[in-house]
């Protein structure tokens, strides 16, 4: 069964600092797709990032960057220089490559402290 | 910037009863999804809709739901019987075409089954 685990329920940084984010996932499949999704307080979810397993290059979106180990099955979240409206929850999601199922973890709180 | 939209945002129901949440999917998207959030829970992928069929769905997604798109725009999701644990908030979402990678999700309904 594909799985995938956030173990960090909360985390917090102060602005324009940076955190990371961890995010493991189960699966037996070699082509799938690795996501970060971001919940604000208005829970409209929105794409941050998104990485394909075929590729090595790590994805990197302006403060945002992802760490994606294949063999481990590890896709952390970096945002670099926090502010205050990075304040959210975020999901890590989980695609095999030809279905359409995202997986989602549990989450994790992010505060962004000034 | 086209959004997904859903209504209503909170939806009180009794037991039993029959209740219809609706969405509107971005306008030129061809796959719908339902994701649903029980409190304090991971979001969990219920059904997937394209071409005016069901092409995945979880064991959630029992005989108790029904998805429907009856126009061109709206696309429903429908529990025929309310227990109290569909009380959740239920995301609709949609995505591009085959190629497209992103699901936009809509702002999500609170569904509470009294």
């Known amino acids: 069964a594909q799985t995938v685990t956030q173990s960090q329920p909360e985390m917090s940084v102060q602005e324009a600092e940076t955190v990371t984010l961890s995010c493991t996932y189960d699966t037996s499949e070699s082509d799938y797709y690795l996501f970060w999704y971001k919940q604000p307080p208005s829970r409209q979810m929105i794409l941050v990032i998104r990485?394909?397993?075929?590729?090595?290059q790590n994805a990197t979106e302006n403060r945002f960057s992802v760490n994606f180990q294949k063999a481990a099955k590890s896709f952390s979240l970096k945002i670099s220089d926090s502010q205050l409206g990075d304040a959210a929850m975020y999901f890590c999601?989980?695609?095999?490559?030809?279905?359409?199922?995202?997986?989602f973890g549990t989450g994790t709180r992010l505060q962004v402290f000034p | 910037e086209p959004e997904v939209t859903q209504t209503p945002s909170h939806q009180v129901t009794q037991m039993g009863q029959e209740v219809i949440l609706r969405c509107v999917p971005i306008s030129n998207h061809l796959y719908f999804y339902w994701y649903r959030q029980i409190l304090g829970q991971k979001v969990e992928f219920l059904v997937s809709?394209?071409?005016?069929?069901?092409?995945?769905k979880s064991e959630i997604f029992d005989d108790q739901f029904s998805v429907e798109r009856p126009d061109g725009s709206n696309f429903t999701l429908k529990i025929r019987s309310t227990k109290l644990e569909d009380s959740a908030m239920y995301f609709c979402?949609?995505?591009?075409?085959?190629?497209?990678?992103?699901?936009?999700f809509g702002p999500g309904t609170r569904l509470t089954v009294t």
């Open positions: 999601a989980y695609r095999i490559y030809n279905t359409d199922k995202l997986i």
């Open positions: 990485q394909e397993a075929y590729k090595q």
């Open positions: 809709f394209y071409n005016n069929e069901i092409s995945e």
């Open positions: 979402a949609s995505r591009g075409d085959l190629r497209s990678y992103e699901q936009y």
